[in-house]
T-cell receptor
């Protein structure tokens, strides 16, 4: 069975500092990994994904994530946080086999203080 | 470009009443379509997905049903709502392809359902 874990319910950082939102996964075979962001009362917005190739993936709004196969992790990072980055972040994983659905983590609330 | 529309945005319904949430996608053909529910602003639960007209797969036994009467239209329904059906419902789509490919899923803006 596939699963994804976001070990932190909330991450607090000061504006201008680097941020990391953690994600670990468990799938059979190769994973497809995604990050989404959700602002209050809105739908989820796609940030970035890892399918294959370079382990460092760059996405929207200056975010990036690094795929680490040995640690089964896909942490989301940004070099310098903005107050406007405050939101709920979801990691999601799908096994590469056909017929599998995208499974989401429980989400991590990022709070960036000015 | 592709867009996804979902309505109504908010809905307050009494227990036992019917439900119909609609979703349409523009700018693509034969998309994969999904209904998710998000409870308490956190985790997402996949309710239904569809890879084509009339093809509906249910992930979780529910008081809910889904239909896909047209290529880019996806409807979530209930004959009799329960209090536990309250939540934030999200419609989503991904490009046509085998479920399980590396296609991105794109979400609508969601519908808040409160059952009273």
């Amino acid at each position: 069975a596939q699963s994804v874990a976001q070990p932190e319910d909330q991450v607090n950082v000061a504006e201008g500092n680097p941020l990391t939102v953690k994600c670990t996964y468990s799938v059979s075979g190769n994973p497809y990994l995604f990050w989404y962001v959700q602002y209050p009362n809105r739908g989820l917005q796609f940030l970035l994904k890892y399918i294959t190739g370079d382990n460092l993936v760059k996405g929207s709004y200056g975010f990036e994530a690094e795929f680490n196969k040995s640690q089964t992790s896909f942490h989301l990072k940004k070099p310098s946080a903005l107050v406007s980055d405050s939101a709920l972040y979801f990691c999601a994983v799908r096994a590469s086999q056909a017929g599998t659905a995208l499974i989401f983590g429980k989400g991590t609330t990022l709070s960036v203080s000015s | 470009s592709q867009t996804i529309h979902q309505w109504p945005a908010t809905l307050v319904q009494p227990v036992g009443s019917p439900l119909s949430l609609e979703c349409t996608v523009e700018g693509t053909s034969n998309p994969n379509l999904y209904w998710y529910r998000q409870a308490a602003g956190r985790g997402l639960q996949l309710l239904f997905y569809s890879v084509g007209i009339g093809q509906i797969s249910s992930e979780v036994p529910q008081n809910l049903s889904a239909s896909r009467p047209q290529d880019r239209q996806f409807i979530l329904s209930s004959k009799k709502l329960l209090l536990s059906d309250s939540g934030f419902y999200l419609c989503a789509w991904s490009p046509h392809g085998i479920l399980g490919a590396g296609n991105t899923i794109y979400f609508g803006e969601g519908s808040w359902l409160t059952v009273v």
